[in-house]
């Protein structure tokens, strides 16, 4: 989903406010299978979830204006940088994975004299890759994942693999807050069980996505009992099969 939208996170507990029509707009267009629809289709679609017409114009305006959406003949399409989000949403609701082997994914930063906004991206860059941060400038995971590292990281990072001492659970829980992410994964499930509008389930469910983009997706040796990483991506699925079936499919949230 979402990846991040500038709609407030939800306090601890509470059930996740209503989105924005910035928020209701990419939502539409990050869970359609193709990422452009007829800006009529978009304007009847955000109605159901509460945003009334000149609201969804107007966003959709300001959108194409900030170079976050792209006129087309048909209507709006997502600009490049959405379009890399919409992969990263894909792949945090269904990541691909493969046999764990016992080795470790490990990235030392090696480039110096960085600003701060240069740091501040590729620590961004490090994060969205699941990679977590054991020093400053090292960082590793479990070698579990089926992806490539970017080929422009070796520029300012030294890729390779390792076996710490450390047992790897402990090592794990270490590095990520395995029991907080559970806990409001479990949150989670509770509020889109409680949802009874479509605008309610659409932020709830856009809270989903935001909160898969932080899993690890560890190996299962790695994880506490009961991880509700895999009902919380069934629950996704099943709301975004449900929508499909709807008239204006891929309305699923972002």
């Known amino acids: 989903m979402s990846a991040p939208t500038n709609d407030p996170a939800p306090r601890a507990g509470a059930a996740p406010r209503p989105l924005s029509a910035r928020s209701v ?14 800006a009529r ?11 009334g ?24 399409r997502l600009g490049a940088r959405l379009l890399d989000r919409q992969r990263r949403q894909d792949e945090a609701v269904r990541p691909r994975t493969r046999a764990w082997d016992g080795d470790w994914e490990l990235v030392v930063v090696t480039a110096s004299g960085r600003g701060p906004a240069e740091r501040a ?22 070698a579990n994942l089926r992806r490539p590292l970017p080929a422009g990281l070796a ?10 001492d450390r047992p790897a659970a402990d090592l794990a829980a270490l590095l990520w807050p395995l ?40 190996p299962a040796p790695l994880l ?10 069934e629950a996704y699925t099943r709301y975004r099969r449900e929508q499909s079936r709807r008239p204006g499919a891929g309305d699923a949230p972002a």
């Open 121 to 142: 991206d590729l620590r961004a860059r490090l994060t969205s890759l699941r990679l977590a941060e054991l020093r400053e400038g090292v960082w590793l995971r479990p």
């Open 25 to 38: 707009v990419l939502s539409l267009l990050l869970g359609a299978d193709a990422p452009e629809l007829p």
């Open 179 to 218: 029991d907080a992410w559970a806990d409001t994964a479990r949150e989670l499930l509770g509020h889109v069980g409680r949802a009874g509008t479509p605008a309610g389930r659409l932020a709830a469910f856009a809270a989903v996505v935001r909160h898969l983009l932080a899993d690890p997706v560890l």
């Open 53 to 76: 017409g000149s609201t969804a114009r107007a966003a959709l305006s300001r959108m194409a204006s900030a170079g976050d959406l792209r006129r087309t003949e048909g209507g709006y």
């Open 155 to 164: 520029r300012v990072a030294e890729p390779g693999r390792c076996r710490p």
């Open 41 to 51: 289709e978009l304007v009847r679609l955000a109605d159901r979830f509460g945003v």
């Open 224 to 233: 506490p009992d009961d991880w509700p990483g895999p009902a919380l991506r």
